[in-house]
């Protein structure tokens, strides 16, 4: 997606008129519409500024790949940990009651493993949601 394409796309998420945005970053309604449609590009300072007011970080408003790299690997890394520590835990739990046979005892590890999941996507949507409002 392009950088004028992002301005929009959060403009609108916020509610904010490009005139409103413009007085935000100093610059006119019409500049903010030729970014909008990508004629011209904001320079640094205006990204700061920008930034600011669409409340995301410059490398978001960028679509900085490293950026969103780094993001994915974060939220992997939640996910993978909630997932083994769920089937460690159940793996424990089944193995150690003594009661289970081998095909049970692998079927509660792989819930545990599907809950440790589950957890993880509530772990990250928590994290979005805090991103996003900070």
């Known amino acids: 997606m392009k950088l004028g394409d992002n301005i929009f796309k959060l403009r609108k998420k916020q509610g904010i008129s490009q005139e409103k945005l413009g007085e935000e970053v100093n610059v006119t309604r019409q500049t903010i519409s030729n970014w909008e449609l990508?004629?011209?590009?904001?320079?640094?300072?205006?990204?700061?500024?920008?930034?600011k007011a669409l409340k995301v970080g410059i490398d978001e408003l960028l679509e900085n790949e490293q950026y969103n790299m780094e993001?994915?690997?974060?939220?992997?890394?939640?996910?993978?940990?909630?997932?083994?520590?769920?089937?460690?835990?159940?793996?424990?739990?089944s193995f150690s009651a003594?009661?289970?046979?081998?095909?049970?005892?692998?079927?509660i590890t792989i819930l545990g493993i599907l809950f440790g999941y589950g957890i993880g996507l509530i772990i990250n949507?928590?994290?979005?949601?805090m991103r996003k409002e900070n």
């Open 98 to 107: 003594n009661r289970f046979r081998n095909n049970e005892i692998l079927f």
């Open 71 to 93: 993001r994915n690997n974060k939220f992997n890394y939640i996910y993978l940990g909630a997932m083994f520590v769920g089937g460690n835990i159940s793996w424990i739990w």
């Open 38 to 51: 990508g004629e011209t590009a904001p320079n640094p300072e205006q990204l700061k500024l920008l930034s």
């Open 125 to 129: 949507g928590i994290l979005e949601k």
